[in-house]
């Protein structure tokens, strides 16, 4: 078959071997993944700022077609914490919530991250990812974390309460404290505790009661759907609606509906970076995720093509009433450890909503928020891990100004002044860094061919000779630097006559670098210094051969070190 | 003396060591370097968009003032071409040229650019100005000479045109083409063909008529002077002022004034991205003519004092009626080759120019603008430079494309849009490449101990063992690929039982390296798989130590590839 066509549509390679057992798999690990997503997309649909429904129907043709073009064989996608609080930032400077053009700028949104990571799928940018370092994306989960729990308080406490980032959040629920339900406030309150005991106290209970590991963990999995029955049976039986519960009230029976998208130019520029952020924030959890999935059955995750895979599930979610998605981590190993062997139990999973979209819907009418708040600000607190700040500031401070600073700001400007400071900084770090190289000045080792750091060794040196080696590639930030150094090591000694650079370590020379080096050649020429180079590796070489600079070193190229200071006292 | 302020006042160093031989070179060439201001100065001031006086200005005070904090011998610091673009270009943009409010925001674009060079010298961030690599310098330089002949095109036509980038200017031009005052493009033309041929005709002449080098440099720098005063007694003899020929007109006789910059914060935010733009272009101009100097006398450039000393200079230039100033390459030169020993030069230059201020500012009333324009014109060009497309083209594609957008930029959008698209664009080329660093799977060469390339060698490998081999430092920018790259190798591939990491290339590991290793290693032991690593360097090795990753590592650290493999086969 087409190769390309295969690269393009991993579902005919899959689809072509699939068999009774993989059949029998996939269905039980939708079943259990449908449970766990019922009560976690109405709740992600809550955060966004959509109606309760809209996380439904973003569960649906997303995780479809992601099926089609995705290459893991395990991700679960569809709406995420993360990607629904910068859905909701993104929104609400733009539209006001609750209003018909926020569901509207919500596809838009989807849609145009669908586009870009389409977009960078086909042209194979999903290097730009990269750029999101670790540091950088884990402090910036831990903010949103925090973010998103706070902002879930005021449905706990059922007051109204405002904000993108926690210091408006604080201020706002402050304000508002006088105004609680206690009813809400009590609901929202057990509900919490009674899914925070299923996480940590029942699975020990189960576990001492004999229970397998696969029921023990199915029926921690239930915990949601528990209180969502007991806490919607619960203001049904007592008409607490009535008295200031708030619920999820009447959701539509309904498939996912065809929508359309505002193709509004002036609202789309305003979605650009929101949506660019959404995407590349979302397309790196998914890869990660689906790449720790994969490992553990030896499968490849294609990460250009997992791009396509998430921008035509997002294309899709802007078409069907939803809003942004992407792979969601805890969902995904759910379905890995229930077994998933294909992306058909996605497709299964999507039925499986498909049908409570349909027929439960009603069911959930009396569902109050507050508990949706509960079954969010569970999940998301386990995101939140600080232990990332000891770690990189053990590490290297660079790294821990990074992580500091994205956090710090996502709390305090919130998720798209976080997230872009955080790369911001860590690409100029990077920049500094490499542009303030470690040069050592080396001498031979007593008795042998090799050259060593003569601040640390006791080394063989010649007063006419400067050796200089280079701890990395030499490109524009760096270039300058080295002229500097060269100069000042020169300037001041009157016998130098000879400059080695010792190449080792210098895997490549850019055009600014090379220019440095020809100013470097001629003023050392002016100084009646020689300029040599040793131990330039080939690509480096064959790339020096091919410009004149060669041809007018004052000095001469040698293999080695050794040749190097040999051939200069010759 | 207290080495700290002779750090910050260079003037402390030379000063105490002033010899009367000095006190002669440095006259002599204040004198030579005097003459060539006049006219330079007065037409930078036009093509600033500011009063003829202005220029005047700032060459005065703000050459003393480096003389006091720079640490060049030679630098000759005043307004030079395409600093003087860059202001009228910000300015143009908030405030009317020829109003009072547009000098006033000049004062403050110096000012602003003083504080900022001043604090990144204090602070020591000189590296900043490496992002401008070469090529984007390079393109910058050329295409600002164009948008500055082309800027001037309207004086020697006698007609108004406006914009900032070459379209505007084009369109303008043409525009208005059907106003030409011809006696203002007589004199126009006839102006710049005269010192168009001094620069190229007269030298040969005057050498073939048995001059010395010395006389003949004086009489070809001569030459704007001839124009000035030679079209000057025309207008004023043929009365060709009152036949619509434009004049620089009355200019106050005067030392430079005391000047008060605005505070206004709305301005000085607007002025806060252009002033930063001209630091570090001023600076990287300056900066470079000083080391090129410099290197003849094998005398040394602070960088970071630079900074201050230029900072200095400007807000002088801020106090006392000019406009942003900086080290010029030409006149640095022509400082130079006179023979200045020392920067007393400068500050005699300085007098030389305040007498000008105070008694010949009469006798340019009569001097026509399109002189002040033919000699800007016949000075940028030679800062026009294409053959930097071929260079670059040859070396590396990349930094073509990056001079090659700067260019096109400039011209297109003007100064501000194209340097900084020039410097986003090297950026992004650099984390690009390094984003993708070269991997080699290698094997060893019979009957040695190296390893190589097995693509390009004829190796020895063994089915259980993949050694790869990185020639980059790993870091968040290429962490990711290298986890795509081992997954791939390893998941399509049942046999291999190990996979050696040779990192001699790898100068530094940063924390999301370090994490994307422990990701590696997890996923590679899901699969069985053990991960070694060999050669790892000094440095990189204790960074590793302080952390848990050697604990965690499934497989071993080999002092030498040839170690690794003898070791994990034994």
Redesign the interface.
Known sequence: MNTRLIRYLPILSWGRHYTRSDLGNDLTAAFIVTIMLIPQSLAYALLAGLPAEAGLYASIVPIMLYAVFGTSRSLAVGPVAVVSLMTAAALSNIVEQGTMGYAVAALSLAGLSGVILVAMGLFRLG?V????????IAGFITASGIIIAASQLKHILGISAEGHNLAELVVSLGRNLGGINWITALIGVLATGFLFWVRKGLKPVLTKLGLGAGLTGFLVKLGPIVVVVATTAAVWYWGLDARGVKIVGAVPQSLPPFTLPSFSPALLQQLLLPAFLISIIGFVES??VA??L???K????D?DQELIGLGVANIGASLTGGFPVTGGFSRSVVNFDAGAATPAAGAFTAVGLAIAALALTPLIYFLPTATLAATIIVAVLSLVDFSILK??W???R??FAAVATTILLTLALGVEAGISAGVLL??LL?????????IAEVGQMPGTEHFRNILRHKVITHPSIVTLRV???L???????L??RI??R???D?EVRHVILQCS?I??I???A???LE?IN???R??DVKLHLSEV?G?VMD?LA??HFLDQLTGRVFLSQYEAVQGVLA
Do not use: W
């Open positions: 290097f990812a990269n750029f999101l370092s670790h540091p950088v890869i990660s790449q720790t994969a490992a553990k030896r499968q490849r995750i990460p770690r990189s053990a590490y290297n660079g790294d860590s690409v990077h920049l500094y860094r490499s542009s303030k190289p470690h701890d990395e590639s490109y524009f930030a760096n270039a300058r630097y002229e500097d100069q000042a020169v300037a001041g009157k370590a895997n490549e850019d055009f600014s090379l220019e440095s100013a001629d003023r050392l002016e100084m590796k690509p790339r091919e410009q």
